[in-house]
């Protein structure tokens, strides 16, 4: 009998151990030293601690209270912050005490998407050097020193649980940005650039994934008859896979809004318009868990030989065209912006171009202009209207910014059709904010496309220094964004 009461003590005692252990203040991954914290906005903070047990932070001047719930979980606001160079401290406390260290105050960004955002500095990091005649390449990696940069990496695992290191964030250097997204990293290099803030640059992305597994919950083909016919295979995407442990974890992390480097694995699936309604699909669902109209920018796949692979799918030398043309589509979702990178591909050859430092470059542009008020042109030309004048098609643009222009020689990739389709090799000039196509084969114009082949790396930009968008006058595609 007394063994068996022995025996009852030590599991009681246990089990006290095990309560009280559990029975304290916890973190998300999310929440660690060397962390950014978004500006002007109020700042979640939250985590676990025993059912009922009071909570207490405190950072800077501001000292916040709560009490866990029956499930033993916590959360607080912070009123919005002051943009702040200089490192503090947090101080959560309740039956134990955590404290962050070395917090700054500044602007922070989700990236993600596929293999070119996850594409890491270590393959990446050599830029080159423009600042004097002669050109050299410059290893990133052994001159990124600036404190005011943080980065947080998502791996599959390491949102699902409580943090008690709190070691998640890092200064954007060494080993650690060795391992991070470079387009991600040459964003946030470039905002620090033009804004002297601290930025913070959360990446989630996993090479080789389709839009499907980062949208929420699961989509049928039924869902919507009118984008999900019976026709889409998605059984090899899995839908969902990487929401719930991905993304969903990190709300409600407070952040200016969402990157997004994805389409190649879709576009091998022959999407077109499919590929705008995932993309709507996506924007708002992620909008949704933050509660907030949040901007969402984006890159445009680079050109690539689809045709040349033959898999599951029928792909031929429009595949890629007609998957442009729905990203752009994707533009017309409020808050949106697409950088456009057809330039930058050494050979067609090549699914993952460098020059990443570009990438990221491009895709600040638009939050630049739309979101902190510089004065600069987010995007490269974007066809606007069409109007025919005897044997010539005259077009206009949106994004014109400076004056449009010819990288080098003549305007190439412009094609035009009469009544019968066939597109001939057109001549193209600039006049003022116009483009004038014609071509001797094509008296009576009707049609006109640009850059609408998968190896194509037109010369057409404007005067900023961005490429002009992909497209097609004769274009059937209709899309009606899903309102948030």
Request: charged share 20%; hydrophobic share 40%; net charge positive.
């Amino acid at each position: 009998m007394s063994e068996r009461i022995s025996k009852a003590v030590v599991f009681v005692v246990c089990m006290c151990l095990v309560f009280v252990t559990t029975a304290q203040p916890s973190l998300p991954k999310i929440l660690g030293n060397d962390m950014v914290l978004q500006q002007k906005k109020p700042v979640p903070i939250w985590g676990t601690a025993g059912p009922g047990e009071k909570i207490s932070v405190r950072f800077k001047q501001q000292i916040k209270t709560t009490v866990a719930g029956a499930d033993g979980r916590w959360k607080i606001i912070l009123d919005p912050l002051t943009v702040s160079a200089k490192p503090a401290d947090m101080t959560i406390s309740g039956k134990n005490t955590i404290t962050l260290h070395n917090i700054l105050v500044g602007e922070v960004w989700l990236c993600s998407g596929q293999s070119n955002m996850e594409y890491t500095m270590r393959k990446n990091s050599k830029v080159v050097k423009t600042d004097s005649s002669a050109d050299s390449p410059i290893d990133e990696l052994k001159r990124a020193r600036n404190p005011n940069i943080r980065i947080f990496l998502v791996t599959s695992k390491n949102l699902r649980a409580p943090d008690s290191l709190h070691q998640g964030w890092s200064v954007a250097r060494d080993s650690a940005l060795r391992s991070f997204s470079a387009a991600g990293y040459f964003f946030a290099k470039e905002l620090y650039a033009k804004l002297h803030v601290p930025i913070g640059v959360i990446s989630s992305a996993v090479p080789g994934s389709a839009i499907e597994p980062w949208l929420p919950g699961t989509i049928k083909a039924g869902d919507d008859p009118t984008v999900f016919n019976s026709t889409m295979t998605m059984d090899s995407s899995e839908p969902g896979k990487f929401y719930p442990t991905m993304i969903k974890p990190l709300a409600p992390f407070a952040i200016k809004g969402f990157l997004w480097y994805q389409g190649e694995t879709n576009c091998f699936q022959n999407e077109t318009i499919e590929y705008t309604y995932k993309m709507n699909l996506l924007i708002n669902g992620w909008r949704s868990l933050w509660l907030s109209q949040l901007p969402f920018y984006y890159v445009q796949i680079s050109p690539f030989y689809y045709s040349k692979n033959k898999g599951k799918y029928p792909l031929d030398e429009e595949t890629l065209p007609k998957f442009w043309e729905a990203q752009t589509l994707a533009m017309d979702i409020p808050h949106t912006g697409m950088a456009v990178i057809n330039d930058l591909a050494k050979s067609p050859d090549d699914l993952h171009p460098l020059g990443k430092w570009e990438v990221g470059r491009r895709l600040a542009q638009w939050p630049l202009a739309k979101d902190y008020g510089l004065k600069v042109i987010p995007s490269g030309p974007r066809f606007k209207k069409m109007s025919i004048d005897g044997n010539k098609i005259i077009l206009q643009f949106d994004y014109t910014g400076k004056g449009l222009m010819s990288k080098a020689g003549p305007l190439t990739g412009f094609t035009i059709a009469g009544a019968d389709e066939q597109f001939f090799t057109a001549n193209a000039v600039i006049e003022g904010d116009k483009v004038i196509v014609s071509s001797p084969q094509v008296t009576n114009p009707v049609n006109v496309r640009f850059a609408w082949r998968e190896d194509a790396q037109p010369n057409f930009f404007n005067k900023d220094g961005l490429p002009a968008i992909p497209f097609r006058t004769d274009h059937s595609l209709k899309f009606e964004p899903i309102k948030f």
